[in-house]
């Protein structure tokens, strides 16, 4: 094979011109030596600065995207039926299968595992979120067997069990609007904190004071002092309790209150005015219809005017899809008066 080999300098400038020539063999991996580069070439050109030398180049081997290679092993009614839109928690795949497809789902598994290498273990959603902790059942189907894992996001690494606690990685986004709102010196409520996504991220990312989190599932709150303690935060206080019974006792008020449980998170509106303060902003959180996206604002007016409070809405963002037609949607509102 031929390779072309030119100085650390001038690799940079070589490379452009190979690429827009057509000439580089894109299947081999590159050979870097100490002070310079060998690119694999289809043939030997014109260029100042090169030198031709003869050389095995090593191929660079493309894994093949999951679905192509299921296509082959699957019927045309059984492709179509497959859901191939999963979720990654660090190295947890985890899929939805139908029940139509629970014949083939070791073979759906592990094709998804050897496609893909980030990938260590696969395991497939057993049941909806349920119960107070928000929960899910998980079944185990290929690679390790394990429900823990380490996940990165918004410059943060979050130990969590996919099946012990409630955590979403699609929620990172959500988190980082959020984070970047986020001003120097302020104190921050999250209630139902889980473990602790939103305070890890908002320590690690922005100057606030402090952070509080509140969460009822002891397992939960377990991993978030674990993820406090891997990303070393200094301003993160987490309580393990239930709100309705732990903000009342709490000294402080807040000029933040992020409030992520959509189910159901109105029976406790009244708990976050009640660490509020004037300018104070609110996330409520919600599961909306779009034909309903109104009864958010509607759910925050009651709760205001029941304990004398005026509110300004900010912001309604869609964060996320529940079912068909179904979002779970972010109200942001600031507390203007009568605290
Ligand atoms: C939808 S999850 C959100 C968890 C976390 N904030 C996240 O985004 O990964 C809701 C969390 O609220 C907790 N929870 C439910 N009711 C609670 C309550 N009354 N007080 C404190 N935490 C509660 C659940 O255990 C669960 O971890």
Sequence with gaps: MIGAKVSLKKAEEVKKFIINKGLLLNDYWMVRLKNGVIFPVKKKFEKTNVEFVSRVFKKIEKRQNWKQILKKKLSKKEFDI???????????????????????????????????K???TVLKKAGEHSGTFRTQKMKWLAGE??????HKENNVRLKVNVKEIYFSARLSTERKRIMKQI???????VMFSGCAPYPCVFSK??????IVGIEIN???????EENVRINKLNNVELILGDVKKVVPNLKERFDRICMPLPRGGENFLKEALMVSKKNTVIHFYDFLHKTEFD?????????????????????????GQYSPGKYRIC?????????
């Design 218 to 224: 002891p397992k939960a709150h377990r991993y978030a």
């Design 145 to 150: 067997k394990t429900k823990e894992t380490i």
């Design 331 to 339: 109200l942001d509102f600031r507390v203007i008066a009568g605290i």
């Design 82 to 116: 497959l859901k191939t839109a999963h979720d990654v928690v660090g190295s947890i795949a985890i899929l939805e299968i139908p029940d139509e497809l629970k014949k083939k789902e070791k073979l759906i598994a592990e094709t998804l595992l050897k496609a893909n």
């Design 118 to 120: 980030n990938v260590k």
């Design 205 to 210: 990312n922005t100057d606030a004071y402090k």
């Design 295 to 319: 009864k958010a604002e509607e759910k925050v007016k009651k709760a205001c005017d029941k304990t004398n409070i005026k509110c300004k809405f900010l912001d309604f963002v869609k964060c």
């Design 183 to 189: 001003r120097r010196g302020v104190k921050i409520l």
